[in-house]
């Protein structure tokens, strides 16, 4: 079973910068697609990024593109979302969630769907403050 762990979340000024890791325990995390979701309060959960299990590839949101930057180690089992040029509305919960496919290398579209990922973290509440 695998389990996934995010980090990083707070609270930060407008114009400011976070980091969030989230680390996986189980195996195949480097046969995964990574995503990271997030969800305001009253509202949808929402496609933030997503990037391949080689970390070859990635997709970003419009909200987010140029600003956010998503990235993986496969040695330490962990994805990071850095997040800069922060808004009020990128307040939300952050997810970490994993798509498994068989084996390294596996393609699939890009999955930017929740109900297309297999596994979820908990995540933390990141808060930007005008």
């Known amino acids: 079973q695998v389990q996934l762990v995010e980090s990083g979340g707070g609270l930060v000024q407008a114009g400011g910068s976070l980091k969030l890791s989230c680390v996986a325990s189980?195996?195949?995390?480097?046969?995964?697609?990574m995503g990271w979701f997030r969800q305001a309060p009253g509202k949808e959960r929402e496609f933030t990024a997503a990037i391949s299990w080689s970390g070859g590839s990635t997709l970003y949101a419009d909200s987010v593109e140029g600003r956010f930057t998503i990235a993986r180690d496969n040695a330490k089992n962990t994805v990071y979302l850095q997040m800069n040029s922060l808004r009020p509305e990128d307040t939300a919960v952050y997810f970490c969630p994993a798509v498994a496919t068989p084996y390294s290398g596996y393609h699939v579209p890009w999955p930017r769907d929740p109900h297309e990922y297999d596994y979820w973290g908990q995540g933390p509440q990141v808060t930007v403050s005008s």
């Open positions: 189980g195996n195949g995390f480097s046969n995964f697609y």
